[in-house]
Structure formats: structure tokens, C-alpha cells
């Protein structure tokens, strides 16, 4: 009984299981029978590829065709199969040879007329097939850009099924046929067109909390009326963070390439990304899930860069709850029947909100109860403001004239600041795989970085009177460092765990 095989891989978050599609032709009525757990869009292949490899030129075998997906165990999600399905039935009826099949990894979703297309998850598809021993590949030539990111490994690319296929039945001695190989690496610019901190008028308060933040990688809270910048101070954010390193750039390009955000003309992800879902959208959307595939959420598209959450009391308590676990952990894990997905979600959360919901221009004009502005702030829930080191209340903007206000610092010299305290933290945590003095987990700062009793003394009554906790005074140390690091200092002085606190304390009411 002639049988064939091809590979593809099937993927769980960013790890990827390599899919043995086995294609034996035998006796019985003709029909094609796929087995191996596939789910709706893969069940639907069986008619996609057959008339797909029609329109190529070639004969479907009119006989009892069994499509077997190994390991059978494991749930195969999506139409990245199609190509080598089609591949492993043409070389079990003998259509093509197979000896090219062998060490060759085959991804990408085939139209009907044998056009090749694109599909989601082809870079972490790759990064895995690389680690089990696979030497080539070849996907749909949209992605081949994306594809060539992977180093150690023969990329190539097909615009139709009768590309591949040709190249399956041409000579050893030529390598390539009609295929495509990728062209020279495209990146993204370092720092993309972002908008200049010199834009905001006054707020010298908030712009120090951000400078603080972008510097120690601290999550933020920003409270004020409607019109005071909040949203123009954290669109600016990313434009002050480094640019990201070679591991974590394809670490966040894997997770858009999951999500099907890549971009085919730079599609290596090296700036920080800025994220901002709308207060409507779901807890499967913010965290991650949806049915079937555990695709990412926003907390991980958000990985490696800024997570804003724009009014934010309108997210409500049950959204904002569900990010507290990524926020400590740096990683989201959703739980599916036969298994877990795990994501990164390690991202800097800024936070802005109105003081209450009739939201005037200024506070002695609100119309709100007390009961009320109180329950709207409560959505801001106490473990989840735990988490938030900076807070910061913004004033109404009393003058618009620069010549009043002076000329306000841009992002360039702020960056400039931001980048050096970064750069010393960087030397301070390398010996532990940390870069930002936010990444410091308590216990180390402690143990290993204790200040003198003088120096933390005030965080020593604060514990005692019970208005802070344990995970604050671990996340003002934190802060404290950065105010170190942003005054080129050797350690923390006590005015600036001081002034880490007095962040943490500044109520969204007062």
C-alpha cells in the first residue's frame, strides 16, 4: 500500500509540537478519511487541498485515501496543514517524489485555484522546527520575510502549490527551482514616529512620574479631568523606552505572528509596542483565550511594551482584576481542556482615569455623591492598585501660552536621562537576568541590596501603622533605586525612598 509522509507543526502559545502528516492510499470505497483530532477549518482541508491540486495540473487519487496527523493526541488547530497534506497525497500516489520530504518543514494555507497563502504563528512554527532538527522550510512567499528571521534554517518561499510541487519533482543538484528565497532583512526602525513629549503643556509632576516609569519600568497611574493630557502623556511613553534586545524583539514578534499583526515589509518587532483596547473589550481579548486556539490578548501583544487602559474605571473590576496575575508573574496562563497555554505578558501598565463620573474641568464643580465618585474609584480595586507603583493627579491646565510656561523638555532629552539610569540598572541586575529595577523581585532587594535602617525607615511605619504592605514597600525600594539610578547615585538616600512613597500615597481623589 503506497504511503507518504510530510511535516508541519502545531502550536501551543509560542511552543510548537512537530505534526507528522502520514497519506496512505488503499483499498475500499474512494474517499478521504483525516484523522488525528482536527478541528472545523482543518476537517475542511479535505475538499480545499483536492481542489486545489486539480487547479495546479494534477490528479486527485480516486481511492480510499486515509490522512493520518501525528501525534494523534494532540487537537490541530487551523489550515496551515494544507500544503503538506496536499504534498504527502500527491507523493503516496506517486504524482511526486518523496525524498525532499524528509527534513523539510511545510506551512501555509492553500486557495482553491493553488494559490499558497499566508497564516498566522509561522515564526514560532519555525523556531520550533528548528529546535527539532529540521534543516528547511518553505511557507506561503508573503511570509517568507517573517520566516527568514529564523537563523539556521533553508527558508523558502511559493507563490502556488505547482511551485512546490515542481521543486519536489526536479533534480537534487538544483536546490532551489521555482521557488523564492528571501531577500535582505527588514527592520523596523528603533524608535518608530512617535509623538514628542514637548507637545504636553505643564503637568511637571506627571512628566516626572513618566520619566520614573520609563526609567525603572514601573507601572503607572494617571487621574484628572477630562482635557489635562493624560492620554497625550501615555501615547508618548514608548518613545522614552530603549529599543528592544535581539531576544526579546523575536520573543514579541512571535507573539504578533500568533495574533497575525506582523507586517510583511519589516516584520521584526524592535521597538517596545503600545497597546490601548477599548474599556468594552472582553476578559478573553484583554488576557488571552477565545474558542478552540488559546489565541494571545492584549497583555501579551503588549509584551515588551506599554499596556494603556484609557478610562479605565470603565473597564470594569472583573477586567482590570483578571490582569493582576500578569502583572506579578509577567506571564498569563490559560487553561483549556487537554492543556495550558502560557504567554509572556511582562508590559509596563499605565492607567488613566476621571476622579469621578460627571468628570468636570474642575473638582468643586462636580455634581457627583460622595457614595458615587467613591464606587467609581473603587473599580481601581486595592490588589490591583497594589501593583501600581507611580500614581499621579493631574491638575486643569490654567495656561496655554509656552511663554507663560516655558518651553517644555522633549523626548529626546528626556530618553536621554531615561536610557543612562536604565543602563546602570542594567550593570546592577546582570548577574541575575534582569534590566529594569521593577523586574527585582523583593526578597532580592533585601537580601541582597539592603539599605541601612535609616534609609528605610520610613517604610518602617508605614508597615507598622498598616498603610502599607508588604508588596508596597517591596515596590517602593524599587522605585527608590530608580530615583538612584536617575540621580547617578550609588544607592538610595532617604529622601528618595521618601519621594517613593509619597508616589504610591497620592490618592486618585485628593
Request: hydrophobic share 45%; charged share 25%; aromatic share 4%.
Amino acid at each position: 500500500m503506497p504511503l507518504a509522509r510530510a511535516w508541519s507543526v502545531a502550536l501551543q502559545g509560542l511552543r510548537g509540537h512537530m505534526v507528522e502528516v502520514e497519506a496512505d492510499i488503499g483499498q475500499g470505497t474512494p474517499g478521504v478519511h483525516l484523522v488525528g483530532l482536527p478541528d472545523a477549518s482543518l476537517n475542511e482541508a479535505k475538499d480545499r487541498v483536492r481542489s486545489a491540486v486539480r487547479n495546479s495540473g494534477r490528479e486527485w487519487p480516486n481511492k480510499h485515501l486515509t490522512i493520518g496527523l501525528s501525534p494523534a493526541a494532540l487537537r490541530k488547530v487551523g489550515s496551515g496543514y494544507d500544503l503538506a497534506l496536499a504534498c504527502a497525497v500527491l507523493a503516496a500516489a506517486g504524482a511526486v517524489p518523496s525524498t525532499r520530504l524528509a527534513g523539510t518543514v511545510l506551512i501555509g494555507e492553500l486557495a482553491l485555484d493553488g494559490r499558497l497563502r499566508q497564516v498566522a504563528g509561522v515564526l514560532p512554527a519555525l523556531i520550533a522546527a528548528r529546535g527539532h532538527g529540521f534543516t528547511r522550510a518553505i511557507v506561503a512567499d508573503a511570509a517568507l520575510a517573517e520566516a527568514a528571521l529564523v537563523s539556521g534554517l533553508d527558508v523558502f518561499g511559493a507563490a502556488r502549490l505547482r511551485d512546490v510541487l515542481a521543486w519536489l519533482a526536479a533534480d537534487e543538484s538544483d536546490e532551489q527551482g521555482p521557488l523564492i528565497r528571501p531577500g535582505p532583512r527588514a527592520v523596523s526602525a528603533d524608535k518608530p514616529d512617535v509623538a514628542d513629549l514637548a507637545d504636553v503643556l505643564g503637568q511637571p509632576e506627571a512628566r516626572w512620574a513618566l520619566e520614573v516609569a520609563a526609567a525603572g519600568g514601573h507601572h503607572l497611574l494617571l487621574t484628572g479631568p477630562p482635557g489635562t493630557g493624560k492620554t497625550m502623556l501615555a501615547r508618548r511613553l514608548p518613545g522614552l523606552l530603549p529599543p528592544l534586545s535581539d531576544q526579546r524583539a523575536l520573543e514579541v514578534t512571535a507573539i504578533h505572528s500568533i495574533a497575525g499583526a506582523l507586517s510583511e515589509d519589516a516584520p521584526l518587532i524592535a521597538a517596545p509596542p503600545f497597546v490601548a483596547p477599548h474599556y468594552s473589550t472582553s476578559v478573553a481579548a484583554l488576557i488571552g483565550g477565545g474558542l478552540g486556539y488559546a489565541r494571545p490578548g492584549a497583555v501579551s501583544i503588549a509584551h515588551g511594551g506599554v499596556l494603556f487602559l484609557d478610562e479605565a474605571c470603565e473597564f470594569g473590576a472583573h477586567r482590570l482584576d483578571a490582569l493582576r496575575t500578569a502583572l506579578e508573574e509577567g506571564e498569563v496562563r490559560i487553561a483549556r481542556r487537554d492543556k495550558i497555554v502560557t504567554y509572556p505578558a511582562r508590559f509596563q501598565l499605565v492607567l488613566a482615569t476621571n476622579p469621578c463620573p460627571c468628570a468636570p474641568a474642575r473638582d468643586r464643580d462636580c455634581t457627583c455623591a460622595p457614595d458615587a465618585r467613591r464606587r467609581y474609584l473603587a473599580r481601581l480595586s486595592g490588589p490591583l492598585m497594589d501593583r501600581v507603583d507611580l500614581r499621579v493627579r493631574m491638575r486643569p491646565i490654567t495656561v496655554m501660552s509656552r511663554a507663560e510656561v516655558g518651553t517644555p523638555e522633549d523626548t529626546a532629552t528626556v530618553r536621554e536621562r531615561v536610557l543612562g539610569a536604565r543602563e546602570r540598572a542594567a550593570q546592577r541586575w546582570s548577574a541575575y537576568g534582569w534590566r529594569t529595577n521593577a523586574e527585582a523581585p523583593g526578597p532580592v532587594l533585601r537580601r541582597d541590596f539592603d539599605l541601612p535602617t535609616t534609609t528605610t525607615e520610613v517604610l518602617d511605619k508605614g508597615l507598622k501603622r498598616g498603610l502599607l504592605t508588604a508588596r508596597g514597600a517591596d515596590r517602593c525600594l524599587r522605585v527608590a533605586w530608580t530615583l538612584s539610578d536617575l540621580a547617578d547615585q550609588e544607592k538610595p538616600e532617604p529622601d528618595q525612598v521618601a519621594a517613593a512613597l509619597e508616589f504610591r500615597h497620592r490618592r486618585a481623589a485628593a
